[in-house]
């Protein structure tokens, strides 16, 4: 019997069962609103959402989970949920944390459930509010204070408890994994609680959340005029012209600028001679190109806030930045900098409205401070990147921060054990684009944090219709892709990091 016992194991060894982690669980300002164990393809979200992508099946593979709501008051005016999931059987020992996207307030539940089958218990907030709109912030600056930073860090704090209580131990590495506004969250957290997670990664980071809202203003206001708006066929017209210019530039013509910073394309060289025609731009659309191209100099600060990369017009509107960057940026201005509902880009002053901008409780959303040096010091890994054709958060101010954080340590070589950047030619927004845009940095996290082996690469690959038709490394910024010389230009081997 004894060897049978050692040979079948019971499937659960946990010390506690779900319901009594409610009783189990000791922080201050915190309420344990429901934990209940949900069976294997059980769950639904609340509302019926499918989670992102409205896959009808995207909860049905999960396994049987134990399910865990708590309620936050860390202040007076504070209420935020938080959801923490963890395995029933088969629990990795880690613990993944999964961000946001902007002004959003509700639980991801599709991040966590990606986050379940590999084996970790996870957790997500609604930041402290409800809904996709800044309206929350108008009025209750402590709100805006819990979406800028203070429910990531609480949810890590109790997500911790919760596993400790439901297992009997803590998690041996605990991982944050967030793209645009998670990509920010996730810098706040490695910059402002160093002790929170072994290992970050920020996609395409939201880090200067007020300078990509005096952007998409600027730009929604600059087209009011319509004639200067670029339709779909003339942003066509205006990349390709980009491409022939910028493409070859790394010694192959593959359909990506593999390092926009070394493209100095002028779009005035597309302007019609006579009337418009469909492969010409008008000069009203050119000055508009260079708009979006070129940067806002902070009058206080008289740093540049930069424009989007060349190489992005595809997913430009006709209004220039994306739909979801115009709408976060006017939210910010109208409940957030002038608690006025009626707001319109109209009324924009580059002038005087930037500074505003970082004043007061929402300037504590954006992530500036380069000091990651007690997050070094723990030992703490974090992986950045960034798609270079990202036409709503501009993946210059990735390489900007980068920067900043490298002179702040005596180089890039100083920060290398612990930061890199990884940009991603033709990638658009979190993914998507005609470049190598899926490519598993969770796993190279992994093995960076509890092996010590460095990401020198992370391989990526593009697909169409389901079929991989392209592989590339991305490179460690500021190294990029060279090709060899020879061999196929899709596949990756024919490809060097330098």
Not at 14 to 20: E, L, N, P, Q
Not at 68 to 78: E, I
Not at 312 to 317: A, K, M
Not at 441 to 464: C, R, Y
Request: with cysteine.
């Amino acid at each position: 019997m004894l060897a049978f016992i050692c040979l079948f194991p019971a499937a659960r060894v946990y010390a506690a069962t779900c319901d009594s982690v409610v009783g189990a669980l000791k922080l201050p300002n915190t309420k344990v609103t429901a934990a209940a164990e949900v069976a294997a393809g059980a769950f639904t979200p609340p509302g019926g959402g499918q989670g992102r992508g409205g896959a009808a099946n995207a909860f049905a593979s999960l396994p049987a989970f134990c399910r865990v709501a708590v309620t936050l008051t860390p202040t007076n005016d504070s209420d935020i949920k938080v959801e923490v999931w963890l395995p029933m059987s088969g629990w990795n020992g880690k613990y993944q944390a999964v961000g946001n996207g902007a002004w959003q307030g509700s639980i991801g539940y599709a991040a966590m459930a990606e986050a379940l089958r590999r084996g970790y218990a996870t957790s997500s907030t609604d930041t402290g509010h409800v809904g996709g709109s800044a309206s929350f912030g108008m009025g209750h600056p402590e709100k805006v204070i819990d979406f800028a930073y203070r429910s990531e860090h609480e949810m890590a704090v109790t997500s911790k408890a919760v596993i400790n209580a439901f297992y009997g131990n803590a998690p041996k590495f605990s991982y944050w994994n967030g793209c645009s506004a998670g990509g920010r969250q996730a810098m706040k957290e490695a910059q402002m609680f160093p002790g929170d997670f072994d290992g970050i990664i920020a996609g395409a980071p939201g880090l200067d959340w007020s300078g990509r809202t005096a952007q998409a203003v600027r730009i929604a206001q600059a087209l009011q005029n319509e004639q200067a708006r670029l339709t779909p066929a003339k942003a066509q017209v205006l990349h390709g012209a980009v491409m022939a210019a910028c493409d070859g530039l790394d010694g192959v013509k593959d359909g990506l600028i593999e390092n926009p910073l070394a493209c100095k394309f002028d779009p005035g060289v597309l302007v019609c001679k006579g009337g418009e025609e469909p492969a010409c731009l008008t000069q009203a659309q050119v000055d508009t190109a260079r708009l979006i191209y070129s940067p806002i100099v902070d009058p206080r600060t008289k740093q540049e806030i930069p424009g989007l990369a060349p190489g992005s017009e595809l997913g430009w509107t006709d209004m220039g930045w994306s739909a979801s960057a115009r709408a976060t940026g006017l939210d910010h201005f109208r409940y957030l900098v002038f608690s006025d509902p009626q707001w319109d880009v109209q009324k924009f002053n580059v002038a005087t409205d930037v500074a505003r901008l970082r004043e007061g409780p929402s300037g504590a959303i954006d992530a500036p401070d380069p000091n990651l040096k007690p997050f070094f010091d723990r030992g703490g890994k974090l992986i950045q990147y960034h798609g270079w054709a990202d036409p709503q958060i501009t993946p210059l101010a990735s390489v900007a921060y980068f920067n900043r954080v490298a002179a702040a340590n005596g180089g890039a070589s100083k920060i290398h054990a612990n930061y890199r950047l990884f940009m991603a030619p033709g990638m658009g927004h979190c993914g998507g684009g005609v470049g190598p845009n899926d490519f598993d940095e969770l796993a190279a996290l992994e093995q960076w944090v509890e092996q010590g082996k460095a990401p020198d690469m992370l391989p990526a690959s593009h697909s169409t219709n389901g079929k991989v038709d392209r592989t590339r490394p991305l490179c460690p910024f500021p190294q990029v892709a060279s090709y060899k010389g020879s061999g196929s230009i899709d596949d990756a081997a024919n490809f060097v990091c330098k």
